[in-house]
């Protein structure tokens, strides 16, 4: 496997995703406290700023193991920090991977777009043969988004898309 302290930048059309060490810490911890669209895995987010800080030095110890590719989104128009999308499931030779995310309410617009791209990143590196987005609580809007690029609900709080 490819080392993933390559896999950065990302770029889409509108956002750019660089490594969560590229943002300020302040800007991360202020994401935890704001209204944010989430993955399950995503929502139990630290709450005081050591423990954001303990939290990006684990995520980026997995990202440099090739446990987990973190990146943190930024708007590339305004540099606004909008959010965090990770991909998971490397650890086992297993055929699915998963999605985990959190964006910022206010940017909600970025989800698609960011997931997307997360997926099709997916497709060009890796071998998953599906991947999975886990909620434990999903807005309709957010289940249509994901359904548009073509995710499918099973009629609970999880959506996949094979690849």
Do not use: C
Request: aromatic share 10%; proline share 3%; hydrophobic share 40%.
């Amino acid at each position: 496997m490819t080392s993933f302290e390559k896999f950065h930048p990302v770029l889409t059309a509108h956002l750019t995703l660089d490594w969560l060490t590229q943002t300020p810490v302040k800007s991360i911890d202020d994401l935890f406290s704001k209204p944010a669209v989430t993955t399950a895995k995503a929502e139990k987010m630290p709450s005081q700023i050591l423990d954001t800080v303990k939290e990006i030095n684990h995520i980026m110890r997995r990202v440099m193991n090739d446990k987990e590719l973190a990146w943190g989104i930024t708007d590339s128009n305004s540099d606004a920090f909008v959010g965090i999308i990770s991909l998971r499931g490397f650890e086992a030779a297993a055929p699915s991977g998963s999605i985990e995310f959190i964006i910022d309410q206010d940017h909600r617009e970025y989800l698609a777009e960011v997931v997307e791209r997360a997926v099709r990143f997916s497709q060009d590196h890796f071998e998953f043969n599906q991947l999975s987005i886990t909620f434990n609580d999903v807005s309709s809007q957010t289940a249509k988004e994901l359904s548009g690029i073509g995710f499918v609900g099973d009629g609970e709080q999880r959506f996949t898309i094979q690849l």
